[in-house]
């Protein structure tokens, strides 16, 4: 089995309502990095998996600049939702900024595409669990594995979904 594009698959992965609905909750509820979750599910899919350390280390700059421009972009988008709803000029500045938002987070997509991950035998959404201190009582990627696992059988069935 090929590894997929890392951008075509986080994409795809992310386009899968369950997954968007657990990235956004994990996302808001323990500051993950949705771009580096879909990263760590590229790494798990293709069987390459990745170490706490290497993520801290390989990831680092990433982050930052995902925190630095990423996540001001949110904030700011997210702050003008009320007063969007009332007056379609900030509507439209909303739109601007959530498109700026978009932008930037394809960038963080394409940053962590450009690293060269060692191979490991850890799976890679373990050690970002272990990353961000997630409890590990449960699984708290439940339906990002679901979909994986349904791409991983389309993929060696030769079907596409």
């Given at each position: 089995?090929?590894?997929?594009?890392?951008?075509?698959?986080?994409?795809?992965?992310?386009?899968?309502?369950?997954?968007?609905?657990?990235?956004l909750q994990l996302q808001d509820n323990h500051d993950v990095s949705v771009?580096?979750?879909?990263?760590?599910?590229?790494?798990?899919?293709?069987?390459?998996?990745?170490?706490?350390?290497?993520?801290?280390?390989?990831?680092?700059?990433?982050?930052?600049?995902?925190?630095?421009?990423?996540?001001?972009?949110?904030?700011?988008?997210?702050?003008?939702?009320?007063?969007?709803?009332?007056?379609?000029?900030?509507?439209?500045?909303?739109?601007?900024?959530?498109?700026?938002?978009?932008?930037?987070?394809?960038?963080?997509?394409?940053?962590?595409?450009?690293?060269?991950?060692?191979?490991?035998?850890?799976?890679?959404?373990?050690?970002?669990?272990?990353?961000?201190?997630?409890?590990?009582?449960?699984?708290?990627?439940?339906?990002?594995?679901?979909?994986?696992?349904?791409?991983?059988?389309?993929?060696?069935?030769?079907?596409?979904?």
């Open positions: 089995m090929t590894k997929p594009n890392f951008i075509d698959f986080a994409l795809s992965l992310y386009a899968q309502p369950a997954v968007e609905a657990e990235c771009p580096l979750l879909l990263c760590c599910a590229w790494l798990d899919f293709g069987g390459v998996g990745a170490t706490l350390e290497s993520i801290g280390v390989l990831a680092k700059d990433v982050l930052v600049w995902e925190q630095t421009v990423v996540w001001p972009l949110r904030q700011l988008r997210r702050q003008l939702k009320c007063e969007a709803e009332s007056s379609a000029a900030v509507a439209e500045i909303r739109a601007k900024i959530k498109q700026a938002e978009l932008a930037a987070e394809l960038e963080v997509l394409q940053r962590l595409g450009a690293i060269a991950w060692p191979s490991c035998s850890e799976p890679a959404l373990t050690s970002l669990r272990l990353y961000y201190q997630l409890a590990g009582d449960c699984d708290s990627f439940g339906a990002l594995r679901a979909r994986m696992a349904v791409l991983k059988a389309d993929a060696l069935t030769g079907q596409t979904n």
